[in-house]
């Protein structure tokens, strides 16, 4: 069973940064493209970037291309979110989700994480 544990959401301040972590558990992570969702109040999960099994290839939401930057570290099974110059509309729980097929279709998502708060404040 493959688990998926998000950690580092919070409160900032707009203009700041934030990183995310999520660390899996279960089958071989290198099996997995690994991808950040998020979901803002009143609004469907939306795709914010993905990275593929050995990190050579990542793709972004045209939101938060050039602020966000997705990566991975196959040996701590750990896909990690850096996020800087946020925003307030980047307020949103952030969901960690693996799969075998590429992002970011939502329905390419085979396992999610609990999901953790950011909110960013004007």
């Known amino acids: 069973q493959v688990q998926l544990v998000e950690s580092g959401g919070g409160l900032v301040q707009a203009g700041e940064s934030l990183r995310l972590s999520c660390v899996y558990s279960?089958?071989?992570?290198?099996?997995?493209?690994m991808g950040w969702f998020r979901r803002a109040p009143g609004k469907e999960r939306e795709f914010v970037a993905a990275i593929d099994w050995q990190g050579g290839s990542r793709y972004y939401a045209g939101s938060v291309k050039g602020r966000f930057t997705i990566s991975r570290d196959n040996a701590k099974s750990t896909v990690f979110l850096q996020m800087n110059n946020v925003k307030p509309e980047d307020t949103a729980v952030y969901y960690c989700g693996a799969g075998r097929r590429w992002f970011p279709p939502v329905g390419n998502v085979d396992y999610w994480g609990q999901g953790t708060q950011v909110t960013v404040s004007s």
């Open positions: 279960g089958r071989t992570f290198t099996n997995y493209v």
